[in-house]
């Protein structure tokens, strides 16, 4: 009898280890989950939500182009807290001031507003990460800027390139552009892709177009790729729909020439 005994108590050592290990196998998953949805606010594209309460990012609109503002206040300004977050905000109150905060001259895209506060999610053209950072700020604070009148298509033309991609405009002769794009994000698991492939004719200073082009832009529907580009100084401002690739991915933002 002692060993089926010894057998069975080695049985129940191992079996204890392995719960052991797996239990702290999931407890440092769910940690890492925990820490990458407490991150969310600033690592989420600029999408919003139908909550005009709630400010993660600037919606796409249809009838409105994306709009670009630039800070305008002499100092710093501290984005602030919604009322999904504080019944009370936003408001200039001290508990409704966030710790992260934009410096004059720093280019953020614009939405909805709640006077006096307005949506905005802010990307620098120039960092590597794909980070966010989304949320209502002072309207006084802010100023439109106006696209470029009547782009060329040699101010389209080139490779020009934003955190996680790139996109590059050429000639296809006639008045007609061509548009490639590639767009990822880095998901919990694996890696999402978008992918622009379209030849479209700029028209009113913009470049709009749905799919390949070669449906009307004002003819979309939801689940169509929807795109609209706009030449803001020396940056190419980019919105689609959210429709334009795998889960997360966006090509929304300003870009640099290359």
């Known amino acids: 009898m002692k060993a089926p005994v010894a057998a069975l ?30 991150a969310a606010y600033v690592a989420l594209p600029p999408r919003a939500v139908a909550d005009p309460e709630h400010c993660h990012g600037v ?9 670009v503002s630039r800070v305008t206040a002499p100092s710093r300004v501290y984005f602030v807290h919604g009322a999904d977050e504080n019944s009370s905000c936003p408001s200039d109150a001290p508990a409704c001031r966030r710790p992260d905060y934009l410096v004059p001259g720093d280019l953020v895209l614009t939405g909805k507003t709640q006077p006096p506060y307005v949506c905005a999610a802010y990307q620098s053209p120039l960092a590597r990460n794909q980070d966010w950072t ?20 040699s101010d389209w033309a080139g490779e020009w390139v934003h955190p996680g991609g790139s996109i590059t405009i050429a000639k296809a002769g006639g008045g007609v552009l061509k548009v490639d794009g590639l767009q990822t ?11 622009l492939n ?14 390949d082009g070669s449906t009307p832009f004002d003819q979309g ?24 690739g795998g889960a997360m991915v966006t090509f929304t933002g300003l870009y640099r020439r290359k």
């Open 221 to 244: 529907t939801e689940g169509d790729c929807l795109v609209r580009m706009q030449r803001i100084g020396p940056w190419l401002a980019v919105e689609d729909n959210g429709a334009c």
């Open 198 to 211: 379209a030849n479209v004719r700029p028209a009113q200073s913009m470049i709009a177009f749905n799919d």
């Open 134 to 153: 989304n949320g209502w700020l002072p309207a006084s604070s802010l100023a439109p800027v106006a696209p470029s009148p009547a782009p060329k298509d």
């Open 59 to 67: 919606d796409f609109d249809m009838k409105r182009p994306l709009v």
């Open 9 to 38: 108590h080695g049985l129940l050592y191992n079996l204890t280890r392995w719960t052991g290990a797996w239990r702290s196998n999931m407890l440092t998953q769910f940690r890492v989950l925990g820490c990458v949805l407490a």
């Open 185 to 195: 994000y880095p998901a919990l698991l694996n890696v999402h892709t978008g992918v």
